[in-house]
């Protein structure tokens, strides 16, 4: 088996590639150098010379107030690009994974999302990537798509740095209690997607960290776990407006991967705990 993987300079991509090496697995990772997603000659050029039999599609575009400006853009990268590399992937015969996200459903109540839940993205990021999604359901049978949520990986900038990061000037900090949902560890999540891509059960997943918390709890569960003191206000969603309307309910059910015979990612406070012992390493090493 080989596998191309997409995105590689990104959290999820540089993850996925570690983990493929750790487990001796031929790979490929691709970034903006070997080609633009909208150039898709280019795209298809660089799949086609390596020929892989997995196409772990990570890049995407992701400035979700951005997005609101930018729609055009948003589903030139991740919707139309994705039905070039899904189209690409049904040529060779490749199996496509398609990292998708919480944002396609509408994000209200407090029930976990079923895979099949009906969707109804609020903003252009989420219908950006809700396009993406059926595209690669349109042309291919050989796919997983998989739903993540609040991302945190080691190779890039995420909420868990930026809260250590104020923490070293400030005692105490407003952070938006009414958005629910789960993190997503990326160390994590590329076992997962490594498993699934020994695999062939395809399908449409949901793969985060287990549990749930608001953003108000993750970062005093950081705080908690690195020592630090600092004070968080639970403040409402509307204390911080943005362009691009928030989800309040991220919850989703991984009952799907219970059913495939996937294993569930740990707890996230475990996860945090891990990755902060990750941070502690990229510390010391310079």
């Known amino acids: 088996m080989k596998v191309l993987v997409t995105g590689v300079t990104g959290q999820l991509g540089f993850d996925v590639m570690r983990e493929l090496e750790a487990a001796g697995i031929p790979a490929k990772g691709c970034s903006r150098k070997e080609f633009s997603l ?49 189209k690409v992937c049904l040529d060779i015969g490749a199996k496509l994974i398609y990292i998708s996200t919480d944002y396609v459903f509408p994000g209200d109540g407090e029930e976990f999302y079923e895979p099949d839940a009906p969707k109804g993205p609020t903003n252009a990021y989420g219908r950006s990537k809700l396009a993406g999604e059926e595209a690669v359901q349109e042309l291919l049978e050989k796919y997983f798509i998989v739903r993540i949520s609040w991302v945190f990986g080691i190779h890039g900038k995420n909420f868990i740095r930026t809260m250590l990061k104020l923490s070293e000037t400030h005692k105490e900090l407003t952070v ?7 993190p997503t560890y990326t160390r994590d999540l590329a076992r997962l997607l490594v498993d699934m891509a020994k695999s062939e059960k395809y399908g449409v997943y949901h793969a985060t960290n287990e549990g749930i918390c608001s953003w108000a709890e993750l970062a005093e569960e950081v705080f908690r776990q690195a020592g630090r003191s600092v004070k968080v206000t639970h403040v409402p969603s509307s204390a911080y407006p943005t362009k691009a309307t928030r989800p309040k309910n991220s919850r989703m059910s991984k009952e799907c991967l219970d059913r495939a015979g996937f294993q569930r990612l740990p707890d996230w406070k475990d996860a945090v705990s891990r990755y902060l012992g990750e941070l502690a390493e990229e510390q010391e090493q310079g």
């Open 176 to 182: 938006v209690a009414d958005q629910v949902g789960s």
């Open 38 to 86: 909208t150039d898709h000659a280019a795209a298809r050029a660089c799949i086609e010379d390596y020929a892989p039999d997995v196409v772990v599609h990570c890049a995407a575009y992701t400035a979700v107030d951005k997005a609101e400006d930018e729609a055009e853009l948003a589903q030139a990268v991740n919707a139309d690009a994705v039905r070039n590399i899904a």
